[in-house]
């Protein structure tokens, strides 16, 4: 809504956009990401889902209304942000505690002591990118900032990345400013985190790790490489705690994962990136933003018949409001990712069950009742207005016509429109039968790969860096 009101404003058409109270310190700085600082806004009192409809009608008439009057009869000059510091520009000099401080109260840093981006530094990361380092990758939202090689390697330094580790951040934000990935979205109530998946040979050449405690920190490629991520969403996308980064909750930033592809080279399985169009030895890494993880603990059996009921139930189970990307707010952008540990791998594999055979699998078992499959997406919530159920919808042409074949409320309708929705990945400790689901925020954070490409003489400089 704030993206039309912007348009027409600068249009000279006045505009109101309509927000609950809870929501005004984002919609203020999301006013400002888009160049434009005040926006009018006409606010609702409260939050509509807890008040009954008096409330409501009464908040709306006696507040509401005359803002909306205000903002579409009263002009007011908007202001544009703030100068940025120049490409190259030193801005404070001091000690490491100096700096530290200094970063934290300008809201540069997560609250854990950074490396200070000196020049040096940062000229120690743009010597594995061959580009200029002024180059613009993107325009990141909500600050409408350019994501640059230069600012890719200041926050990379910051993070405690290692040099060699630059394709891999320059590929991070390529994903990042992909339209189809929608890092604008990142600051959205659910405080859902993003997971990167790393694939090929850097895996081995960069030390990741992809055995025990794959998504544990304690490896510096993993857990850098992760706080990079969130930091860039910080200083170049903007996105600020209290501000315009509203997670309810929230939750930190993940380590990188690393898939075991030696385990997937032994079973005859794709990578993650091989099942999103790259090919199977290609460094790369993938993108999506999930709302949850949970581990799925103990998977018992000794073959894939017998591992598969508990893996179904288990992405059913965990699956809740997330439906409504299934259908219903953004139909078909849900894309829950399973991973599976190495030897719950072989076990199914050997059953002589392939991948996209195991998503089949899936499919077809990791299903709910309709009645309940509608509990998620308009009774226990709002997001479906109308209480329909999914006959209705699919008779109106708003659902896949799977979700209508009869009227009985008890039938089992699947969790994803198809098979392949159902990511899987491997990784972990490889003689644990654990494994792990993470529910997926739908298109808010849609999972996007990205080819890391590797300077020339990539080798050279990967074994002067390494012996440092």
Same mark, same amino acid.
């Given at each position: 809504?704030?993206?039309?009101?912007?348009?027409?404003?600068?249009?000279?058409?006045?505009?109101?956009?309509?927000? #609950?109270?809870?929501?005004?310190?984002?919609?203020?700085?999301? #006013?400002?990401?888009?160049?434009?600082?005040?926006? *009018?806004?006409?606010?609702? /009192?409260? =939050?509509?889902?807890?008040?009954?409809?008096?409330?409501?009608?009464?908040?709306?008439?006696?507040?509401?209304?005359?803002?909306?009057?205000?903002?579409?009869?009263?002009?007011?000059?908007?202001?544009?942000?703030?100068?940025?510091?120049?490409?190259?520009?030193?801005?404070?000099?001091?000690?490491?505690?100096?700096?530290?401080?200094?970063?934290?109260?300008?809201?540069? +840093?997560?609250?854990?002591?950074?490396?200070? *981006?000196?020049?040096?530094?940062?000229? %120690?990361?743009?010597?594995?990118?061959?580009? $200029?380092?002024?180059?613009?990758?993107?325009?990141?939202?909500?600050?409408?900032?350019?994501?640059?090689?230069?600012?890719?390697?200041?926050?990379?330094?910051?993070?405690?990345?290692?040099?060699?580790?630059? *394709?891999?951040?320059?590929?991070?934000?390529?994903?990042?400013?992909?339209?189809?990935?929608?890092?604008?979205?990142?600051?959205?109530?659910?405080?859902?985190?993003?997971?990167?998946?790393?694939?090929?040979?850097?895996?081995?050449?960069?030390?990741?790790?992809?055995? !025990?405690?794959?998504?544990?920190?304690?490896?510096?490629?993993?857990?850098?490489?992760?706080?990079?991520?969130?930091?860039?969403?910080?200083?170049?996308?903007?996105?600020?705690?209290? !501000?315009?980064?509203?997670?309810?909750?929230?939750?930190?930033?993940?380590?990188?994962?690393?898939?075991?592809?030696?385990?997937? &080279?032994?079973?005859?399985?794709?990578?993650?990136?091989? +099942?999103?169009?790259?090919?199977?030895?290609?460094?790369?890494?993938?993108?999506?933003?999930?709302?949850?993880?949970?581990?799925?603990?103990?998977?018992?059996?000794?073959?894939?018949?017998? #591992?598969? *009921?508990?893996?179904?139930?288990?992405?059913?189970?965990?699956?809740?409001?997330?439906?409504?990307?299934?259908?219903?707010?953004?139909?078909?952008?849900?894309?829950?990712?399973?991973?599976?540990?190495?030897?719950?791998?072989?076990?199914?594999?050997? +059953?002589?069950?392939?991948?996209?055979?195991?998503?089949?699998?899936?499919?077809? !078992?990791?299903?709910?009742?309709?009645? =309940?499959? %509608?509990?998620?997406? +308009?009774?226990?919530?709002?997001?479906? $207005?109308?209480?329909?159920?999914?006959?209705?919808?699919?008779?109106?042409?708003?659902?896949?016509?799977?979700?209508?074949? &009869?009227?009985?409320?008890?039938?089992?309708?699947?969790?994803?429109?198809?098979?392949? =929705?159902?990511?899987?990945?491997?990784?972990?400790?490889?003689?644990?039968?654990? #494994?792990?689901?993470?529910? =997926?925020?739908?298109?808010?954070?849609? /999972?996007?790969?990205?080819?890391?490409?590797?300077?020339?003489?990539?080798?050279?400089?990967? !074994?002067?860096?390494?012996?440092?």
């Amino acid at each position: 809504m704030l993206r039309v009101s912007a348009i027409a404003e600068k249009a000279g058409i006045p505009s109101a956009s309509l927000v #609950c109270e809870g929501f005004v310190g984002q919609a203020k700085n999301a #006013c400002a990401g888009l160049g434009l600082s005040p926006l *009018p806004l006409g606010v609702v /009192p409260g =939050h509509p889902d807890v008040q009954t409809d008096e409330e409501l009608d009464h908040n709306i008439v006696n507040t509401t209304v005359q803002l909306v009057i205000d903002a579409l009869t009263k002009s007011d000059e908007t202001q544009h942000l703030a100068a940025e510091p120049l490409l190259d520009e030193v801005v404070f000099e001091g000690t490491l505690d100096e700096i530290n401080r200094y970063f934290y109260e300008n809201q540069w +840093s997560d609250g854990l002591p950074i490396i200070p *981006p000196t020049r040096e530094r940062i000229d %120690e990361f743009l010597a594995f990118s061959d580009r $200029p380092a002024d180059e613009r990758l993107g325009v990141m939202l909500p600050d409408s900032r350019a994501a640059t090689i230069w600012n890719v390697a200041v926050n990379g330094v910051m993070a405690g990345c290692r040099p060699e580790y630059m *394709p891999v951040l320059v590929a991070l934000v390529e994903a990042m400013v992909d339209p189809g990935y929608g890092v604008e979205h990142s600051g959205n109530t659910p405080g859902a985190d993003t997971q990167i998946v790393i694939n090929g040979p850097l895996i081995k050449e960069l030390g990741f790790n992809y055995e !025990q405690g794959a998504l544990r920190d304690g490896f510096q490629a993993n857990t850098s490489i992760g706080r990079f991520w969130r930091l860039y969403l910080r200083n170049v996308a903007g996105f600020l705690p209290h !501000q315009n980064d509203k997670g309810t909750f929230g939750n930190t930033w993940r380590v990188v994962m690393a898939e075991n592809e030696d385990v997937l &080279s032994e079973i005859g399985w794709p990578t993650l990136a091989a +099942s999103n169009g790259l090919p199977n030895a290609a460094n790369s890494v993938t993108i999506g933003r999930y709302t949850g993880a949970h581990v799925v603990v103990s998977v018992f059996g000794k073959n894939a018949e017998e #591992c598969v *009921p508990y893996l179904a139930d288990s992405l059913a189970q965990f699956t809740g409001w997330e439906l409504i990307f299934t259908v219903g707010f953004s139909t078909g952008s849900y894309r829950p990712l399973l991973v599976l540990s190495p030897v719950i791998a072989k076990t199914i594999a050997k +059953s002589g069950v392939s991948k996209e055979q195991l998503q089949q699998m899936l499919f077809e !078992q990791a299903r709910m009742p309709a009645w =309940h499959f %509608e509990k998620y997406i +308009s009774g226990f919530t709002n997001i479906v $207005p109308g209480r329909r159920t999914l006959y209705d919808l699919v008779a109106l042409g708003k659902a896949p016509k799977i979700y209508g074949l &009869s009227r009985d409320p008890n039938r089992l309708v699947p969790i994803v429109l198809k098979p392949e =929705h159902i990511m899987i990945a491997v990784s972990g400790d490889p003689w644990r039968t654990n #494994c792990f689901v993470l529910t =997926h925020n739908g298109m808010l954070g849609f /999972p996007t790969t990205k080819e890391v490409n590797l300077p020339e003489e990539w080798r050279i400089k990967l !074994q002067r860096a390494q012996r440092k």
